[in-house]
Every structure is written in structure tokens, then in C-alpha cells.
T-cell receptor, first 111, second 115 residues
Framework: DQQVKQNSPSLSVQEGRISILNCDYT??????FLWYKKYPAEGPTFLIS?????DKNEDGRFTVFLNKSAKHLSLHIVPSQPGDSAVYFC??????????FGAGTRLFVKA | ETGVTQSPTHLIKTRGQQVTLRCSSQ?????VSWYQQALGQGPQFIFQ???????GRGNFPPRFSGLQFPNYSSELNVNALELDDSALYLC??????????????FGPGTRLTVL
């Protein structure tokens, strides 16, 4: 039962352009959403989050948008940099301790 | 730097054996969560310990067990290893119970291969 889905295994973007990573979820009880970034041989690192009562959260080059009616969230990176190349995980919580992750999207930013 | 460390980095076991993986949480963090990440998948929640007591469990059988110690270290034990247990095992520590805005800090993981 995949409650958090990232349907694009990979994404390739030119440096300086926008990267848009998408995530869909099925559980309407999720109240908090997070994005993590993972480099090879490292653990996931928290990037940005959004509460279910918001529709947008911005932190520098990173913006997360939440569309509750569509059960969809997206991460925008503007402008994209080669150092952003990593695997990005979308994750969700239901108010408890359990964090449910998507399968990840590998982002390649070409110089 | 997150301050969460895990050992060993890599491990090879055979089916039916038992394994213990170790994690050292960030100082002051009362909660440790363990995740299994199979190839091509996202991390899957195994269980969480808060102040040395199990605080919740994902959909994993009882042969997956854990311990948390007062010195912010913890263990994941897996008995009767199966081939499907081959995965990257991640631990994550947090101040609170990992809900809401509580940030989890992940270690680099232990890569377990079961032959």
C-alpha cells in the first residue's frame, strides 16, 4: 500500500532552470509533509516541510506547494545548481511518529 | 553535520544468521527511529524508541527488535535473516517523537547483504 508516490524515478534539468519534483499521496489524514535530499553514501537530509493547513512554504531557492484537493505536492528549485543533483524523497506524517516516504526522484542538474 | 553515526558501514551475512546494527544518536536526542531502505525504494519505518521504550512499530515481524541505551546509542537486531532483508538500514534521531515539525537527523546507514 503505497500511500506516498513519486512517479518520476529521475529528472534532468539544465543549470539555472527550474526543477519541479512531484509527489502524490492517498491518505487524507496526513497533516505534515516533508522533503529530504540524499547524496550517495549519506543519510537523507531534511530540506523543507509544509503543514497541511498551508499551501506554500518557501526557503531560499526551495518552495513546496501543497494542493490538498488533488492530494499533490511539489518541490520547486529555482535556480537549479549542479550541487542539487541528488535523490529527493517526499515524506508525510499523520500527527504521530511514523514518517512515510516515497520511492524518491533522482535529480540531475547539468552544468 | 548531523552527528548521527552508524556501524558497521557494510555487512554480509548468510540466511538464517542474526545481525546487530548500531547507531549513535545526536547528543540530547531522546528518540531514535529505524528504517529499512530496499534498492529503488524509499525508507520504510521499522520502529521507534523514545527514552529506551518502544514507541511505535511499522509493518515488520517480531524478528526485528531494538534497544535504546541512556547514552544515546541504540541497536537494531534482526534474527533468522532472510534474503529480502538485504537493504540499507538507516537510523534517525530527533528531540521529540518525530511528529509534526520535529526534525529527524539520519545517519549514513548500514548496507546489509544477506546471501
Amino acid at each position: 500500500d503505497q500511500q506516498v508516490k513519486q512517479n518520476s524515478p529521475s529528472l534532468s534539468v539544465q543549470e539555472g532552470r527550474i526543477s519541479i519534483l512531484n509527489c502524490d499521496y492517498t491518505n487524507s489524514m496526513f497533516d505534515y509533509f516533508l522533503w529530504y535530499k540524499k547524496y550517495p553514501a549519506e543519510g537523507p537530509t531534511f530540506l523543507i516541510s509544509i503543514s497541511s493547513i498551508k499551501d506554500k512554504n518557501e526557503d531560499g531557492r526551495f518552495t513546496v506547494f501543497l494542493n490538498k484537493s488533488a492530494k499533490h505536492l511539489s518541490l520547486h528549485i529555482v535556480p537549479s545548481q549542479p550541487g542539487d543533483s541528488a535523490v529527493y524523497f517526499c515524506a508525510a506524517r499523520t500527527g504521530g511518529f511514523k514518517t512515510i516516504f516515497g520511492a524518491g526522484t533522482r535529480l540531475f542538474v547539468k552544468a | 553535520e548531523t552527528g548521527v553515526t552508524q556501524s558497521p558501514t557494510h555487512l554480509i551475512k548468510t540466511r538464517g544468521q542474526q545481525v546487530t546494527l548500531r547507531c549513535s544518536s545526536q547528543s540530547g536526542h531522546n528518540t531514535v527511529s529505524w528504517y529499512q531502505q530496499a534498492l529503488g525504494q524509499g525508507p520504510q519505518f521499522i520502529f521507534q524508541y523514545y527514552r529506551e521504550e518502544e514507541n511505535g512499530r511499522g509493518n515488520f515481524p517480531p524478528r526485528f527488535s531494538g534497544l535504546q541505551f541512556p547514552n544515546y546509542s541504540s541497536e537494531l537486531n534482526v534474527n533468522a535473516l532472510e534474503l529480502d532483508d538485504s537493504a540499507l538500514y538507516l537510523c534517525a534521531s530527533s528531540l521529540g517523537k518525530g511528529a509534526g515539525t520535529d526534525t529527524q537527523y539520519f545517519g549514513p546507514g548500514t548496507r546489509l547483504t544477506v546471501l
